[in-house]
């Protein structure tokens, strides 16, 4: 299991990790996924904390499941297929950005954004008070 994670994140130039007893993927430094034509992460890559940015976006994902449980830099999921935020990081220390999906809700949001927060361009248009009932934003929200 270890060699086929640690093959998978050859193949996405991912350096700088260590896996965790839980078999997740701690990362010091950023994880740039951008433009991979992925539609999930495969079931053995769970990333636990990521100290810089996670950047998903520009891809074909229809799930965030395997992304971070934290981001302390910006995590970046826009332009997808996602539906649900289901699996998205609890919380994320920078900006937090969903824009240009199919959204039809924010189930699964982080609990805190450090930043700012972009869900414009969805199949639902968000509210400002729709993102503040699931999630606590510093700074500005984008609808």
């Given at each position: ?139 500005n929200i984008y609808v």
């Amino acid at each position: 299991m270890k060699t086929q994670i640690e093959n998978w994140l050859k193949q996405y130039n991912i350096t700088n990790y260590t896996i965790n007893d839980k078999g997740e993927v701690d990362v010091d430094g950023d994880v740039i996924l951008v433009n991979n034509n992925l539609i999930n992460f495969p079931n053995y890559i769970k990333f636990g904390v990521v100290n810089g940015n996670f950047c998903c976006n520009y891809n074909n994902l229809t799930s965030l499941k395997g992304v971070p449980k934290e981001v302390k830099g910006d995590f970046d999921c826009s332009v997808n297929n996602l539906k649900t935020l289901k699996g998205a990081p609890k919380k994320v220390g920078g900006g937090f950005d969903c824009s240009e999906n199919n959204l039809i809700d924010l189930k699964g949001a982080p609990e805190e954004v450090g930043w700012n927060f972009d869900c414009k361009y969805n199949t639902t248009k968000f509210t400002k008070s729709d993102v503040n009932n699931v999630c606590k934003v510093i700074y500005n929200i984008y609808v």
